[in-house]
């Protein structure tokens, strides 16, 4: 394995920025969540209160019209954002008018989780260049991306990709076995092509900057490979990227929250069994231990 190890040692040489006392909403930031499909309706509601528990001072969820509200009653501290979709349930081009209306005020936004269409990463591309806010692309956002790489540049410096081994073989083109015997090599041409932050995420996870620097974090636990997780850690990188840090520092220090309430649930709730809604609620302890 190569690169530096995440640790609170490292986390104190990348401080978030400083919030004075007398700060409000505004000033941690929004969050914008395009999130959601007829299969997995709930992912908005994870990934958006994972961003709040990480401190962003504000929250919207853009998802199908169908699902609108019932995320509303579930989520009363997020502003809704009721979008077209295709014949499939899903979203598609024709949600781009909304979103481009959404993303304005956006300082950070996650697209993909819950997303199956066909269209979805051109979906994620086009939210990317029509804002100047940072962006999370994870889940569904992934597949197909490497066919908008060229266009994507114009997000370089700002973006974030978060796969699993299978979503980044299926990026790169490799197998699945192919990622898991070489994950750095994997983690690092994804950020080259795309010029994006790279978290590929494992019990070990590697995080790869587009100028070849690279860190490692080996204190995941089994517990957190559960449905769902992937989206809670999309949620606190997009919240501490509303929060100000730079999209390497927010992947780095997102990692490790997750990880650190993973460790917190394995203790009180069991090593197997805790939930993805469960991680969310044990963010802002993880993230305090993660600021001491």
């Given at each position: ?203 070990t996870t590697r995080i790869a900057h587009p100028d070849g620097r690279a860190w490692i974090h080996t204190g995941g636990v089994v517990?957190l490979g559960t449905s769902g997780s992937g989206d809670v850690l999309a ?58």
């Amino acid at each position: 394995m190569t690169g530096i190890q995440i640790d609170p040692a490292l986390l104190r040489t990348m401080p978030l920025p400083e919030l004075p006392e007398e700060s409000d909403k505004e000033a941690r930031g929004r969050v914008l969540i395009v999130a959601g499909g007829p299969q997995v309706p709930g992912a908005p509601l994870l990934t958006g209160l994972a961003a709040l528990r990480t401190g962003a001072g504000k929250l919207q969820l853009a998802a199908p019209r169908a699902m609108a509200l019932a995320l509303g009653v579930a989520a009363p501290e997020a502003g809704i954002v009721a979008l077209p979709v295709g014949a499939d349930g899903e979203i598609g081009p024709q949600a781009l008018p909304a979103l481009a209306e959404a993303a304005k005020g956006a300082d950070a936004i996650v697209v993909g989780p819950g997303m199956m269409g066909a269209h979805t990463a051109s979906v994620a591309t086009e939210t990317a260049l029509m804002t100047k806010g940072a962006l999370v692309l994870d889940a569904g956002a992934l597949s197909g991306l490497l066919d908008h790489a060229q266009r994507l540049r114009g997000a370089a410096g700002r973006l974030v990709i978060t796969p699993h081994a299978g979503e980044m073989a299926s990026l790169l083109g490799w197998t699945r076995e192919q990622v898991t015997a070489e994950p750095d090599r994997a983690a690092g041409k994804a950020a080259q092509v795309l010029g994006a932050v790279v978290a590929l995420k494992g019990e070990t996870t590697r995080i790869a900057h587009p100028d070849g620097r690279a860190w490692i974090h080996t204190g995941g636990v089994v517990g957190l490979g559960t449905s769902g997780s992937g989206d809670v850690l999309a949620g606190i990188i997009a919240g501490l990227l509303a929060r100000g840090a730079p999209p390497h520092e927010a992947a780095i220090r997102g990692v490790f929250v997750h990880g650190r309430a993973g460790e917190r649930l394995s203790q009180t709730v069991g090593a197997l069994g805790f939930l993805a809604r469960e991680i969310v609620d044990a963010v802002p302890a993880a993230l305090s231990a993660a600021e001491g």
